[in-house]
């Protein structure tokens, strides 16, 4: 299975909205409805931030929010914050027991 | 609470084998997917496969298939990964987690972090 397809960096200021992109095929993304978005700091290990699209473990915080349309899934990051600096991957079931990783998206916040 | 806790770092010879440990603890292993993904240096997350522990069956990526083994000791709730005939391209940080059984991937429970090596 290739990985999913995400831009290499994103960017914005405090306070601002930004989202993230993420490209799969219809065999992954655009067949079934488990993605997953993943924020991982420098030197951690990632942190589940949506899953099945546009859900939210409890603890975090309703800036984030995750759709799809097509073969593509979006996380949206509102209000950035200093702390939201990191890099984001998303993940989608590929079927027959599979999963696929996105190459990952390094946000700043300027 | 959730814990889950990998061996410590190993350095390899090219063509040699490892094996990580990832044990358990907090909540029923057997209720639970163990997933497996690495991390090359200054790279992204690449899926490797996952196991369940109830019976032991395991998926792996096409990329590993031939070279990597997921098993498990339900008796001390831990998960093992084993990477074989190793390569330099092989190190990375290995991360084991943990996913609710079906479609949904890895969920908030991640171990630290095995850092394997292969140098000659």
């Known amino acids: 299975q290739s990985a999913l397809t995400q831009p290499p960096s994103a960017s914005g200021s405090p306070g601002q909205s930004v989202t993230i992109s993420c490209t799969g095929s219809s065999s992954d993304v655009g067949y079934y409805k488990y993605v997953s978005w993943y924020r991982q700091h420098p030197g951690k290990a990632p942190r589940l931030m949506i899953y099945e699209v546009n859900k939210r473990p409890s603890g975090v915080p309703d800036r984030f929010s995750g759709s799809n349309s097509g073969n593509t899934a979006s996380l949206t990051v509102s209000g950035l914050q200093a702390e939201d600096e990191a890099d984001y991957y998303c993940?989608?079931?590929?079927?027959?027991?599979?999963?696929?990783f996105g190459g990952g998206t390094r946000l700043t916040v300027l | 609470q959730v814990q889950v806790v990998q061996s410590g770092a190993e350095v390899k010879k090219p063509g040699a084998s490892v094996k990580v440990s990832c044990k358990a603890s907090?909540?029923?292993?057997?209720?639970?997917?163990i997933h497996w993904v690495r991390q090359a240096p200054g790279q992204g997350l690449e899926w490797m496969g996952r196991?369940?522990?109830?019976?032991?069956?395991?998926n792996y990526a096409q990329k590993f298939q031939a070279r990597v083994t997921m098993t498990r000791d339900k008796s001390i709730n831990t998960a093992y990964m084993e990477l074989t005939s190793l390569i330099s391209d092989d190190t990375a940080m290995y991360y084991c987690a943990r996913g609710t059984v079906g479609a949904y991937g890895p969920d908030d429970y991640w171990g630290q972090g095995t850092l394997v090596t292969v140098s000659s």
């Open positions: 907090g909540y029923t292993f057997t209720d639970y997917y």
């Open positions: 993940s989608s079931y590929a079927g027959n027991n599979k999963w696929v």
């Open positions: 196991i369940n522990p109830i019976g032991g069956a395991a």
